[in-house]
């Protein structure tokens, strides 16, 4: 059996060096995003960017932006030239925030299988997983794989598997909308299909002006996992027919806005560099997707992805300031915006470092914790035992208006018997890929699905991917028991009823206490 114990999920920031290169990295070649003074478009642009010699691939009206490919310094310089642009600044790469996962056996859902990084990853290549369906319902939700949804707040009501009374008795988020903005989602999962009333897609594939992929096919359907397992934690569907996981927020309504594709992990386009492949795209792609978010009347935003800048730059700078004003818009609009803080292992800020977007204004930065029941644990053949809640190693923290909220850790627990005993990981719903397909590159009767698990329906992970949906379910609850609530007020309940413990820096998530304050 193949396992990792020591990897890191990401390179961890062990110098500025690395971290400097990292940002260097996600600097998109020849994409741009055009700022104007007055924060409108003006309406001859197109004409204008045109006859600078550059092509425009977006409008981001809302902000006054609009995103450019250009091919030249020449052309650069004649758009910065042009009477109504404030700056230019370079898109960037944006990536899915990397988790840890084991996978469930399909073909005998109580035997887990391997615990694989997916980044870095060494390419490997299960047997075939088949659909699978679960006969009873919620089944991992009444059993120890649901310590995550239930530790975030997600239970009560009478719900089988924890405490009779809890938040659920307020509300189960009905009439909330929460966004989530990732690699799409598995749009007939049956723990996503119940909740999904908006389905979208950002992605760009044209080869003159967008991102192509030959691992992805571009539409709202998540051809990754990623998505899908952030979105059950937020709002899997509760009840019949409805799979085997609930969200925190099971009746609140799922707005799908993909804006991450499957990349391959070099530049090949080969089944291989697929497989072993991570959600990515483009940053203009994330505003469009808050654009459309906000447009779609989204009260909450989950973010499970992100960028380092360096503030010390002018375009880390420019980022940094034009963040703060879209977040700012979107709060005052009445979205609340959640995001992981990331998993480089890293104190944030870091000099000058932060990460976009979880560190813009009125955003809301997660930081994973632990499963009390399985105290983290990086031995070999480590076995769960109960412990304090602690920030896992992955985990970036520091952020001062950080909360915590479960990612989950090693140790895995049973490799025999997953579904009935304790776990340092978080179970999900992911991706089966496009109906009626096997696995493969997206085009005749193929598509990816699960990380590179192939078509299986539910994944054990980690990571703060984990944490900032299970954030967004929580801030789901209270902005159904309080609709007259501000964005500001919400993330403000869930900072100051949070709790303070000894054995983590950052307050860890109370959505029972959340909901008694007035």
């Known amino acids: 059996m193949f396992r990792l ?22 600097i998109a070649p020849n994409r741009y995003v055009v700022v104007y003074k007055s924060g409108t478009v003006p309406a001859d642009a197109e004409s204008q960017i045109t006859l600078a010699g550059a092509h425009l691939t977006a409008h981001l009206d809302r902000f006054g932006m609009v995103a450019v490919s250009l091919d030249t310094a020449a052309a650069q310089s004649n758009l910065a030239a042009q009477p109504g642009v404030a700056m230019i600044l370079h898109d960037r790469y944006v990536t899915a925030h990397s988790i840890l ?11 887990a299988g391997p615990a694989i990084p997916l980044f870095p990853i060494t390419p490997f290549h299960p047997n075939p997983y088949p659909i699978f369906f679960a006969a009873e319902t919620d089944t991992d939700y009444n059993s120890p794989q649901g310590w995550a949804v239930q530790q975030a707040g997600g239970f009560g009501d009478n719900i089988p598997g924890a405490s009779a009374t809890g938040p659920w008795n307020t509300s189960k988020g009905a009439g909330v909308r929460i966004a989530i903005l990732d690699t799409g989602v598995d749009q007939s ?25 030959a691992c992805d096919d571009g539409t709202p359907q998540d051809q990754t996992g990623h998505g899908t397992w952030t979105a059950s934690l937020a709002t899997g569907a509760l009840g019949p027919s409805t799979g085997n996981v609930i969200g925190v927020a099971p009746q609140a309504s799922l707005l799908n806005i993909k804006v991450l594709e499957r990349l391959p992990s070099t530049g090949a386009t080969t089944t291989v560099a697929c497989e072993a492949g991570q959600g990515g795209g483009l940053l203009s792609w994330v505003l469009q997707g808050i654009d459309d978010a906000v447009a779609n009347h989204a009260d909450i935003i989950s973010l499970s992805l992100g960028t380092l800048v360096d503030l010390g730059t002018g375009d880390g700078a420019g980022w940094k300031s034009q963040f703060d004003a879209i977040t700012r818009a979107a709060a005052q609009s009445g979205t609340v915006i959640v995001a992981a803080l990331g998993n480089n292992g890293t104190q944030l800020p870091n000099g000058t470092l932060i990460e976009l977007p979880a560190e813009a204004a009125s955003v809301l930065p997660v930081v994973a914790t632990t499963n009390p029941a399985c105290a983290e644990d990086l031995a070999a053949n480590a076995t769960c035992s109960p412990g304090p809640i602690t920030r896992p190693y992955y985990s970036n923290y520091g952020d001062p208006n950080a909360i915590a ?10 490799t025999t018997d997953p579904t009935n005993s304790v776990s340092g990981y978080i179970m999900g719903a992911c991706s089966s890929g496009l109906v009626n397909t096997t696995d493969g590159l997206p085009a005749n009767g193929q598509s990816f699905g699960c990380f590179n698990l192939g078509h299986t329906q539910y994944v054990q992970a980690m990571g703060t991917s984990a944490s900032a949906p299970l954030v967004a379910g929580a801030a789901a609850i209270l902005c159904a028991a309080h609709p007259t609530w501000t964005a500001a007020k919400i993330i403000a309940t869930l900072q100051t009823s949070a709790t303070r413990l000894p054995s983590i820096s950052t307050p860890v998530l109370n959505l029972p206490a959340a909901l008694a304050l007035q």
């Open 5 to 26: 114990r020591y990897l890191p999920i990401v390179l961890l920031l062990s110098s500025a060096t690395t971290a400097h290169s990292q940002i260097a990295e996600a």
């Open 101 to 111: 996962f084991a996978p469930r056996n399909a073909t005998n859902p109580n035997t």
């Open 189 to 213: 999962h049956p723990d996503i299909a119940p909740n999904l009333i908006v389905n979208l897609s950002e992605i760009n594939q044209s080869p003159t002006t967008g991102l192509p992929s």
């Open 405 to 414: 909220a479960p990612g989950g850790s090693y140790p895995e627990g049973s």
